[in-house]
């Protein structure tokens, strides 16, 4: 390590899922908070479709599900 603190990085596969980088906590929408390790990350499902949500089962593969080439922030 370079002795930089280690930040949270998610990442946009192509036509897939958000892959969260640790250290992160990931907090649903009832509250429960899902730690991510440093060193570890999860796969989150942007398709809709998997069956084991908030996570990636890469159903995204089997609905063609396509993505944005690239970020675009909302407008406010």
Wanted: glycine share 8%; net charge negative; proline share 12%.
């Amino acid at each position: 390590m370079d002795g930089r603190p280690v930040e949270p990085r998610i990442e946009m596969e192509p036509n897939g899922p958000y892959i969260v980088h640790g250290p992160a906590i990931i907090v649903d929408a009832d509250g429960h908070e899902r730690r991510v390790e440093a060193g570890h990350s999860v796969k989150l499902c942007r398709c809709g479709h998997s069956a084991t949500k908030p996570f990636c089962d890469s159903t995204h593969r089997t609905v063609d599900f396509v993505s944005r080439p690239h970020f675009e922030p909302e407008r406010p």
